[in-house]
């Protein structure tokens, strides 16, 4: 089956660095999405990965590695405004997207 | 750029009434929209996939006679759900995916539409 596994809650100081982690399993692949959803809004889209590597933007990176079925976004210089859930979405061989639960994002003072 | 917008934002409405959420792509042409819900602290779940001019494809266990899906145009879709019941109160969001639009297959969301079904 396809899946998607990523932790249910992490917690962080503002200023600090955050990885999150994903791994997924899928019927064929077609890129790896990150996106950020804050309370009561809808996703917006931060990142895509189809190629193994880091891929940086801004404060925000992702990498990915396509043989081990893993993904991680690495968040820097933390700001309070950077708590939210973020979700990790692969996208099978049909190109629907297979989302993650989403990791919710605590950052403290 | 990658803009897309949904109407309303809000809706409250009584039992047995139906309720139409527009999605609209405002500057580019989305050759596929996709609608989803989602209920308090629970991930998006997908409900259909339409494509400009053809059936919507539902997912299993979504009515598509409850969730009716038009897409008529390449820049708006719409979904009505008839005679809504408490129990379809949730966060619907649309989602829009173009060609030549940010990286390949990347879908856009809408803001949401927040229904509540007295």
């Known amino acids: 089956g396809q899946n998607i596994d990523q932790p249910t809650e992490m917690t962080a100081t503002e200023g600090a660095i955050v990885q999150i982690n994903c791994t997924y399993q899928?019927?064929?692949?077609?890129?790896l999405f990150w996106y950020q959803q804050h309370a009561g809004e809808a996703p917006t889209f931060l990142s895509y990965?189809?190629l193994d590597g880091l891929e940086e933007k801004g404060r925000f990176s992702s990498f990915l590695s396509r043989s081990k079925g893993y993904s991680y976004l690495l968040l820097k210089e933390l700001q309070m405004k950077d708590s939210a859930s973020y979700l990790c979405?692969?996208?099978?061989?049909?190109?629907?997207?297979?989302w993650g639960a989403g990791t919710k994002l605590i950052i403290k003072p | 750029g990658a803009v897309v917008s949904q109407h309303p934002s809000r809706v409250i409405c009584k039992s047995g009434t139906s309720v139409k959420i527009e999605c609209r792509s405002l500057d580019f042409q989305a050759t596929t929209m996709f609608w989803y819900r989602q209920f308090p602290k629970q991930s998006l779940m997908l409900m259909a996939t339409?494509?400009?001019?053809?059936?919507?494809?539902?997912e299993q266990g979504v009515e598509k006679d409850k969730f009716l899906i038009n897409h008529a145009s390449l820049t708006l879709s719409t979904l009505t759900v008839t005679s809504a019941h408490p129990e379809d109160s949730s966060f619907y969001i649309c989602?829009?995916?173009?060609?030549?639009?940010?990286?390949?297959?990347?879908?856009?969301f809408g803001p949401g539409t927040r229904l509540l079904v007295l």
């Open positions: 979405a692969a996208m099978d061989s049909n190109y629907q997207l297979i």
């Open positions: 989602s829009a995916r173009g060609l030549g639009v940010g990286p390949q297959e990347t879908q856009y």
């Open positions: 899928t019927s064929g692949f077609n890129g």
């Open positions: 339409s494509n400009e001019g053809s059936k919507a494809t539902y």
């Open positions: 990965n189809v």
